[in-house]
């Protein structure tokens, strides 16, 4: 069975500063995605990876994907309040037809 | 139009009540997907469609939950005999792997909200 988990689960982080979540699973897929929920609200989503070594950023967000080591990563530079949210990352596996969530990563950035 | 539409946004029920819910996937989405996300978690995968045809359906937590989409567009969830455990946000999302794709990936409605009292 596809297990993704993520860590950290919760992360109150300073203004200006640098960090990095981690989105591990547990077998082979083709695709990665990112995305962002607040509260109340749907699934935006960042960020496609579909290659081993894929990168790829969007304003103070980049993330990326390593398919040998089951892992992608969302590194956060230079926090603002503004992305504070919830931060998924989910597994499509193509034959299987269907994205499998990880547990999503609580973000709170402070002054 | 643009983006997949779900309604109602809110449904409270009383338990034991039927509920139903719509959603309307991006024109030319063959692929519709079900969701289930409790509070404070994670999307749960219930059931996916390739245009009329029920794939997989291995998610639906009981035999109370029914889908269909009988015309391979617009798909409704329906819950019979709800229970308090099936309070919960209901996600619908369309897909596309065509790579050029505006709506290349999956594409999330902005979910139906159901209280079971």
């Known amino acids: 069975e596809l297990k993704v988990e993520q860590n950290p689960l919760f992360l109150s982080m300073q203004e200006g500063k640098n960090y990095t979540i981690y989105c591990n699973y547990s077998?082979?897929?083709?695709?990665l995605y990112w995305y962002r929920q607040d509260p109340g609200k749907s699934l935006e989503s960042l960020f496609v990876l579909l290659s081993n070594g894929a990168v790829k950023q969007e304003g103070r967000l980049m993330a990326s994907l390593d398919t040998k080591a089951r892992l992608s990563t969302l590194h956060i530079t230079a926090a603002v309040h503004d992305l504070s949210a919830t931060y998924f990352c989910a597994v499509d596996i193509w034959l299987a037809d269907k994205l499998i969530f990880g547990t999503g990563t609580r973000l709170q950035v402070f002054p | 139009g643009a983006g997949v539409s779900q309604s109602p946004r809110y449904k409270v029920a009383k338990r034991g009540q039927d509920v139903a819910l719509r959603c309307d996937p991006i024109?030319?989405?063959?692929?519709l997907f079900w969701y289930q996300q409790a509070l404070g978690q994670g999307p749960e995968f219930l059931t996916y469609f390739q245009n009329e045809a029920q794939l997989d359906k291995s998610g639906l937590p009981s035999d109370r939950f029914f889908a269909e989409r009988p015309e391979g567009s617009v798909s409704t969830l329906k819950i019979q005999r709800t229970q308090q455990e099936d309070s919960a946000v209901y996600l619908c999302?369309?897909?596309?792997?065509?790579?050029?794709?505006?709506?290349?990936?999956?594409?999330f409605g902005s979910g139906t909200r159901l209280t079971v009292v």
């Open positions: 077998t082979t897929s083709d695709r």
């Open positions: 024109s030319g989405h063959v692929s």
């Open positions: 999302a369309s897909s596309s792997r065509i790579a050029s794709s505006a709506f290349y990936g999956y594409t």
